[in-house]
């Protein structure tokens, strides 16, 4: 069984940043691809960023392409989102989730474990 721990959510002003954490256990997590989503109120989890199992490959939603950057130390099973130029409409529970192929994918059905998500909130 994978377990999937976020943190680093809060509360940030328009501009800022924030740098959110995922701590994996339970499995080999370096053969595993590993996605960020989020999912406003109201609205269907987005695909955010996703990164293949030994790092080489990653992937970015329009919206969010060159302001957040995924990346992953598989020594410490942890994979990380840093997010910087923040907007109000980043606002949204952030989760972090896992696959068990190795390359990536944007499709939420096609990861097989997830985390129980962390609020980010940006105040304009």
């Known amino acids: 069984q994978v377990q999937l721990v976020e943190s680093g959510g809060g509360l940030v002003q328009a501009g800022g940043s924030l740098r959110l954490s995922c701590a994996a256990s339970?499995?080999?997590?370096?053969?595993?691809?590993m996605g960020w989503f989020r999912q406003a109120p109201g609205k269907e989890r987005d695909f955010v960023a996703a990164i293949s199992r030994g790092g080489g490959g990653t992937n970015y939603a329009d919206s969010v392409k060159g302001r957040f950057t995924i990346s992953r130390e598989n020594a410490k099973n942890t994979v990380y989102l840093q997010m910087n130029s923040l907007k109000p409409e980043d606002t949204a529970v952030y989760y972090c989730?896992?696959?068990?192929?190795?390359?990536?994918?944007?499709?939420?059905?096609?990861?097989?474990?997830w985390g129980q998500g962390t609020q980010d909130t940006v105040s304009s």
């Open positions: 339970g499995r080999t997590f370096s053969s595993s691809a």
């Open positions: 989730a896992g696959r068990d192929l190795g390359f990536t994918s944007t499709k939420a059905y096609e990861y097989n474990y």
